[in-house]
Nanobody
Framework: QVQLVESGGGLVPAGGSLRLSCAAS????????MGWYRQAPGKQREMVAR???????NYADSVKDRFTISRDSAKNTVALQMNSLKPEDTAVYFC??????????WGQGTQVTVSS
């Protein structure tokens, strides 16, 4: 069984920065990608950033040039550095682990609130 634990959320003024971290534990093998999604109140969950095992990254257009995803494969962690935060970035952020041939695993979520 795989578990994902996020940390690093909080309240920050517009223009500020936050760094989210996600630690994976358990039977971790066959990783295809790790990433971050977010869900704002009344909205669907959306992809923020993904990092595939070969090194390819995907970013939502709304966060390109502001957010950076990185992974420490030795520690099974993935981080999201968020700079120049905007009020519209306010959401619950979820860590995601995608393994080949297995269901996607989600973390419990961490709240990010950006004040205007």
């Amino acid at each position: 069984q795989v578990q994902l634990v996020e940390s690093g959320g909080g309240l920050v003024p517009a223009g500020g920065s936050l760094r989210l971290s996600c630690a994976a534990s358990g039977s971790i093998f066959g990783i295809n990608a790790m990433g971050w999604y977010r869900q704002a109140p009344g909205k669907q969950r959306e992809m923020v950033a993904r990092l595939f095992i070969g090194g390819t990254t995907n970013y939502a257009d709304s966060v390109k040039d502001r957010f950076t995803i990185s992974r420490d494969s030795a520690k099974n962690t993935v981080a999201l550095q968020m700079n120049s935060l905007k009020p519209e970035d306010t959401a619950v952020y979820f860590c995601m682990l995608d393994r080949i041939g297995r269901s996607v695993v989600w973390g419990q979520g961490t709240q990010v609130t950006v004040s205007s």
